[in-house]
Nanobody, 123 residues
């Protein structure tokens, strides 16, 4: 069973940066497509970013494009989300997800989910 554990969330002022990390165990990390999603209070979960098993392909939601960067280290079984120029509307619980497919970018395509880490951006 794949386990995903997120870390790095916290409180930051608007314009600041945070780096989220997701550590995977119990599976073959290098074969998984990985993604980040978020759920803001009172809103549905939304896609943030995804990266292919090799790291060669990445995709971002329009709302974070140019500000967030997803990356992975297959030797360390980790996937990170560097978040710059944060805005109050980025406030949400951020979830790491893994897909048995080598690349995925929609929630139903992901098979494993972490518990989430809270990101709060103050204005």
């Amino acid at each position: 069973q794949v386990q995903l554990v997120e870390s790095g969330g916290g409180l930051v002022q608007a314009g600041g940066s945070l780096r989220l990390s997701c550590a995977a165990s119990g599976g073959t990390f290098r074969s998984y497509g990985m993604g980040w999603f978020r759920r803001a209070p009172g809103k549905e979960r939304e896609f943030v970013a995804a990266i292919s098993w090799s790291g060669r392909t990445t995709v971002y939601a329009d709302s974070v494009k140019g500000r967030f960067t997803i990356s992975r280290d297959n030797a360390k079984n980790t996937v990170d989300l560097q978040m710059n120029s944060l805005k109050p509307e980025d406030t949400a619980v951020y979830y790491c997800a893994a897909s048995n497919a080598g690349y995925a970018n929609t929630a139903p395509s992901f098979n494993y989910w972490g518990q989430g880490t809270q990101v709060t951006v103050s204005s």
